[in-house]
């Protein structure tokens, strides 16, 4: 499972990068259908993504963003950003 988590943190940090940048273009272009079409399809996929992602390995976030199973998850480590791929957590 450890090759599916690592997957999934590399798509949501890469979807994550092109959204934000898309994000910031229309911060100086609102009327760019195109790039507010790209943007809002990045939307669609990060949330799929993270969903995926919480689903199967826990929150990537806390404070009301994600639900949780039973025990509470968020203190399950490695959290999101401990991740090292070199050691596998």
Sequence with gaps: MTGLRESLLNQI???????LELNLFLNS????????????????????????????????????????????QWINDPWPWEYDSGRGY
Excluded at 13 to 19: C, N
Excluded at 45 to 64: D, S, V
Aim: hydrophobic fraction near 35%.
């Design 29 to 72: 272009h609102p009327d760019n259908q195109h790039a507010l079409r790209d943007y809002n399809n990045h939307v669609r996929q990060l949330m799929a993504l993270k969903n995926e992602y919480e689903r199967n390995f826990g929150p990537l976030i806390n404070f009301g963003f994600g639900y949780s199973r039973c025990p509470w």
């Design 13 to 19: 940090r890469a979807v994550e990068f092109a959204t």
